[in-house]
């Protein structure tokens, strides 16, 4: 094999090889789901902001051969925003695999995501691979899980219609009221915008109080279902919409990603018997590593000063290759060193402080400085 030259897209002409690529890595020979690939493909260099380098791509003998997105996102840490890298349909052609393109395309992305100044990167990854890079499991997958006959069998007390354009700056209010709390992804009007011109099929029903005001939506996604409630009548409202659009569809069953605090869970286990799942992978689901340690640190400080009420002075925080050194000075009980995949989920709220094996004092400490949170990326959001 010549040497393989992983590089940033350039041109339109390297931005739909590498689609097309994925396009037949990711659909499997279906040609309809292939044609809706490429369909996406051409629409999404339309997003505000859409640049062709977010694309890393690797060429062999003027092929290419491998493609990833690394799409620049924000996420959503308290008072503070960190600036993520997303990494995204990573393939390989079949007939180059096993030759270190993969290896070598992350690698390319993970200096580029430096260079442009991400704090952090996210990936939903298989098993096994990303560890190797320094990606860890950041937090969990939760899906509510119920049957669609007795959902349908409830009464939908609210109107329901079609989301319109015109709708999108409630619907960016509702989702600020019901997710803006946790650590998720901002959502602007003008990214919900460009998704309500550019995909006309994108279908959003809404609920609406008598009033008219928009107190509910749902819509299925190609990750998953999306719904949001901020009332009960909302909530049973929503449930029993999807529960007669999936017996009309043949679907016996629903499965909506949720986070483990929301509105919609708590609903529904007082009218269905529904079933909560939460499966974590050690090494495989949402991953994320440290981009650049220091900014990192520099990043989430003034959340971690405002929730544990510490003199920055006083207060070790060392992110170190393979290592984060924590502690107060002049106080050695509170001192401790973890590991990054450690460090994360208690960042993030999946791993507590007291499971550690640390002295009282240090687990006491990294519960002021992280105290628990839910982390979750809504499904319109996935990548």
């Known amino acids: 094999m010549s040497d393989l030259i992983a590089k940033p ?15 037949r890595v ?21 997003l505000p902001g859409f640049a062709y380098e977010w694309h890393r791509i690797g060429v062999v003998d003027d092929r290419v051969v491998g493609f990833l997105s690394a799409r620049p996102y924000r996420l959503r840490y308290g008072r503070v925003e960190l600036r993520v890298g997303g990494i995204g349909a990573v393939c390989v052609d079949p007939d180059y695999r096993e030759r270190g ?3 070598a395309l992350l690698q390319d992305a993970i200096g580029y995501m430096m260079a442009r100044g991400d704090h952090f990167s996210l990936l939903d990854g298989i098993a096994r691979f990303y560890p ?13 899980v119920f049957k669609a006959a007795d959902a349908a ?39 919900l915008e460009w998704r309500f011109r550019t995909f006309p099929e994108f279908s959003v029903q809404v609920v609406t109080d008598s ?3 928009i107190v509910g939506y749902s819509s299925g996604t190609g990750h998953g279902h999306e719904a949001m409630a901020e009332t009960a009548a909302a909530s049973r409202t929503l449930l029993a919409l999807a529960g007669r659009a999936a017996l009309e569809n043949g679907k016996e069953t629903l499965e909506w990603y949720l986070p483990t605090d929301d509105r919609l869970i708590y609903d529904a286990r007082r009218w269905l018997d529904s079933t909560l799942h ?9 991953m994320g590593r440290v981009i650049d340690p220091e900014a990192f640190r520099e990043a989430i400080l003034p959340e971690i000063t405002a929730q544990a009420g510490i003199d920055l002075r006083g207060l070790i925080f060392d992110l170190q290759p393979g290592t984060v050194h924590i502690g107060l000075r002049g106080q050695d009980a509170t001192n401790m060193q973890l590991d ?11 791993l507590p402080p007291p499971m550690l094996d640390l002295p009282s004092d240090a687990a006491q400490l990294l519960q002021r400085m992280f105290p628990p949170r839910v982390a979750m990326i809504a499904p319109w959001d996935w990548f």
Not at 9 to 23: H, I, K, M, P, W
Not at 278 to 286: F, Y
């Open 340 to 350: 990054y995949g450690a460090f994360l989920q208690v960042v993030f709220g999946v």
């Open 211 to 213: 009033s008219g005001q």
């Open 278 to 286: 939460i499966h974590l992978l050690p090494t495989g689901q949402w």
């Open 132 to 144: 190797r890079f320094g990606y860890q499991t950041v937090w969990p997958n939760s899906q509510l």
């Open 9 to 23: 897209v350039e041109t339109q002409e390297e931005y739909l090889a590498g689609r097309e690529l994925a396009a």
């Open 101 to 103: 393109i993969a290896s």
């Open 26 to 46: 990711f659909t499997r020979g279906n040609q309809e789901a292939y044609q809706k690939w490429m369909d996406r493909a051409l629409r999404y260099t339309t």
């Open 153 to 191: 069998a409830l009464d939908a007390p609210l109107t329901t219609r079609p989301a319109t354009l015109a709708d999108a700056p409630q619907l960016v209010a509702l989702y600020e009221r019901s997710w803006g709390q946790r650590v998720t992804m901002p959502r602007s009007l003008e990214n």
